[in-house]
């Protein structure tokens, strides 16, 4: 393309003074950007009104649209299953695969029971689930694993609920608009959960690296304890998500971390259930008599 | 700068001439959050920057130069990055886009795209810089693929556009 007519206006003042005065609302403009980027940090829910609003907005677009090509995610398995052992290959996978995380949960559950019943009583709300629901959209062109869900708080969806499919956990909700919800997905790295190997307890943590896998760092110094195969839960610790969800299957060791993959993919999962906090589940403690711990005086 | 002549009798309206430019660069912003689409790594490319320059590129008057600020506070709203990440870096990007036009006598169509990858890889290493103030530890590998897909896909915008153009000269 040839130069274009400049903008420079040679010796016309007005025009000058225009060009200057861009200039002046550009760089004014970038760093208000900048400031806001520093305010966003120090206060991540500022600014999620605008955020939430915007959502309301795109929401029923993307849920019309996500119902219209729902089953799409799994396609490539499909095809590579017909391709590979004809077209019961996929229906069988599937299955050994739901048995297999039935295995493990109920692996958990036992285990679970054996630790709970040597401690106090505490009894489990059985019916903590808020809203069943779809992922609609996600974060796909930035770096933050974000999804987005079609409930929000009139479906009684807060900020910071755990959101969990039947294959595993999916996140934590982030900000939350009348009908529809960000979460904060397992794999963000800012997403950081208390798991443990599900057939013993060892303890780790987990972070996402916003690849679609997450980082299994032990806490026990140490020889690193994991080997391919091991599946992590969820532990209960901190007290945001319930215990014995299923998170991650390792599939690679480093030097004193493993790569896991979550078991819920979110491009394949048809519903997640948005939960209660697990702290909120659990009864105050029974308050003891007042008259036998005052001390004598 | 291509003249395009209006049909006779007909001058498209002000409004039209101005409003298409900006709703085609905010569609592009909103297409992500639109699509169903569940990735678990970024995978499409910033497309409200890729049609931003195409626009700019195509056409250096349209817009003042602190355009990039607007325009990123809507894509910042629309894709979900922390709020100010845009509109810092579009307004850096507009305004060495516009230091490139004076520099440059001509400017061929394999400038453009260089314009154009350059910038996408100066917006995704910085939107990732940036959220590592937000806490966030992403590491810079992520980019690589949505730089190739914004440089395999820059020339399919340059003729959306070029579309897109000629139907808004068209009253």
Same mark, same amino acid.
């Given at each position: 393309?040839a130069?274009?007519?400049?903008?420079?206006?040679?010796?016309?003042?007005?025009?000058?003074?225009?060009?200057?005065a861009?200039?002046?609302?550009?760089?004014?403009?970038?760093?208000?950007?900048?400031?806001?980027?520093?305010?966003?940090?120090?206060?991540p829910?500022g600014?999620?009104?605008?955020?939430?609003?915007?959502?309301?907005v795109?929401?029923?677009?993307?849920?019309?649209?996500?119902? *219209?090509?729902?089953?799409?995610?799994?396609l490539?398995e499909?095809?590579?299953?017909?391709?590979?052992?004809?077209?019961?290959?996929?229906?069988?996978?599937?299955?050994v695969?739901?048995?297999?995380?039935?295995?493990?949960?109920?692996?958990?559950?036992?285990q679970?029971n054996?630790?709970?019943?040597?401690?106090?009583k505490l009894?489990?709300?059985?019916?903590?689930?808020?809203?069943?629901t779809? $992922?609609i959209?996600?974060s796909s062109?930035?770096?933050?694993?974000?999804a987005?869900i079609?409930?929000?708080?009139?479906?009684?969806?807060?900020?910071? $609920?755990?959101?969990? *499919?039947?294959?595993g956990?999916? &996140?934590?909700?982030?900000?939350? &608009?009348?009908?529809?919800?960000?979460?904060?997905?397992?794999?963000?790295s800012?997403n950081?959960?208390?798991?443990?190997?599900?057939k013993?307890?060892?303890?780790?943590?987990?972070? &996402?690296?916003d690849?679609?896998?997450?980082?299994?760092?032990?806490l026990?110094?140490?020889r690193?304890?994991?080997?391919p195969?091991?599946?992590?839960? =969820?532990?209960?610790?901190?007290?945001?998500?319930?215990?014995?969800?299923?998170?991650?299957?390792?599939?690679s060791?480093?030097?004193?971390? *493993?790569? &896991?993959?979550?078991?819920?993919?979110?491009?394949?999962?048809?519903?997640?259930m948005?939960?209660q906090?697990?702290?909120?589940?659990i009864?105050?403690?029974p308050?003891? *008599?007042?008259? =036998?711990?005052?001390?004598?005086? | 700068?291509?003249?395009?002549?209006?049909?006779?009798?007909?001058?498209p309206?002000?409004?039209?001439?101005?409003?298409?430019?900006?709703?085609?660069?905010i569609?592009?912003?909103?297409?992500?959050?639109?699509?169903?689409?569940?990735?678990?790594?970024?995978t499409l490319?910033?497309?409200?920057?890729?049609?931003?320059?195409?626009w700019r590129?195509?056409?250096?008057?349209?817009?003042?130069?602190?355009?990039?600020?607007?325009?990123?506070?809507?894509?910042?709203?629309?894709?979900?990055?922390?709020?100010?990440t845009?509109?810092?870096l579009?307004?850096?990007?507009?305004i060495?886009?516009?230091?490139?036009?004076?520099?440059l006598?001509?400017?061929d169509?394999?400038?453009?795209?260089?314009?154009?990858?350059?910038?996408?890889?100066?917006?995704?290493?910085?939107?990732?810089?940036?959220?590592?103030?937000a806490?966030?530890?992403?590491?810079?590998?992520?980019?690589?693929?949505?730089t190739?897909?914004?440089?395999?896909?820059?020339?399919?915008?340059?003729?959306?556009?070029?579309?897109?153009?000629?139907?808004?000269?068209?009253?």
């Amino acid at each position: 393309m040839a130069r274009a007519p400049s903008r420079r206006p040679g010796v016309n003042r007005r025009a000058q003074y225009g060009l200057f005065a861009s200039y002046v609302i550009a760089i004014t403009a970038a760093i208000a950007g900048l400031l806001m980027v520093v305010i966003a940090a120090a206060d991540p829910a500022g600014f999620s009104v605008i955020r939430s609003t915007t959502s309301e907005v795109t929401r029923p677009v993307a849920a019309a649209l996500r119902s *219209a090509v729902s089953g799409i995610g799994s396609l490539d398995e499909n095809v590579f299953a017909y391709v590979k052992a004809g077209s019961q290959n996929a229906a069988l996978r599937r299955q050994v695969e739901a048995n297999r995380l039935k295995i493990i949960e109920a692996e958990a559950i036992k285990q679970e029971n054996v630790r709970l019943k040597k401690l106090l009583k505490l009894t489990e709300a059985s019916d903590s689930e808020v809203a069943t629901t779809r $992922m609609i959209s996600s974060s796909s062109s930035i770096g933050r694993r974000i999804a987005r869900i079609n409930a929000g708080s009139l479906q009684g969806v807060m900020t910071g $609920m755990p959101v969990r *499919a039947p294959e595993g956990l999916i &996140g934590r909700v982030l900000i939350v &608009g009348p009908n529809s919800a960000d979460i904060l997905l397992l794999t963000d790295s800012q997403n950081i959960v208390p798991v443990r190997r599900a057939k013993d307890n060892v303890p780790a943590i987990s972070s &996402g690296l916003d690849d679609g896998t997450v980082e299994i760092r032990p806490l026990s110094a140490g020889r690193n304890p994991f080997k391919p195969g091991d599946i992590m839960v =969820t532990t209960g610790t901190g007290g945001l998500y319930s215990p014995n969800i299923p998170v991650a299957v390792i599939v690679s060791i480093k030097a004193g971390t *493993a790569t &896991g993959v979550p078991l819920a993919s979110p491009a394949r999962v048809e519903a997640v259930m948005v939960e209660q906090p697990y702290e909120a589940n659990i009864p105050a403690p029974p308050q003891p *008599a007042t008259d =036998t711990d005052q001390p004598a005086s | 700068m291509t003249m395009h002549v209006p049909k006779l009798g007909n001058t498209p309206s002000r409004w039209r001439l101005e409003a298409i430019p900006i709703a085609c660069v905010i569609l592009a912003s909103a297409l992500p959050s639109l699509l169903p689409v569940l990735v678990q790594s970024p995978t499409l490319p910033p497309l409200g920057l890729l049609f931003l320059l195409g626009w700019r590129l195509l056409h250096r008057e349209l817009w003042p130069l602190w355009i990039g600020a607007p325009l990123g506070l809507a894509d910042d709203i629309l894709s979900g990055h922390p709020i100010g990440t845009a509109v810092f870096l579009w307004t850096l990007i507009m305004i060495a886009v516009e230091t490139i036009d004076q520099r440059l006598m001509w400017r061929d169509y394999w400038h453009d795209w260089l314009i154009a990858i350059v910038a996408c890889l100066f917006f995704l290493c910085g939107g990732i810089i940036l959220s590592w103030l937000a806490g966030s530890s992403a590491s810079l590998q992520l980019i690589l693929p949505q730089t190739l897909w914004s440089a395999l896909l820059y020339p399919l915008i340059v003729r959306v556009i070029a579309r897109v153009d000629r139907w808004r000269m068209m009253a």
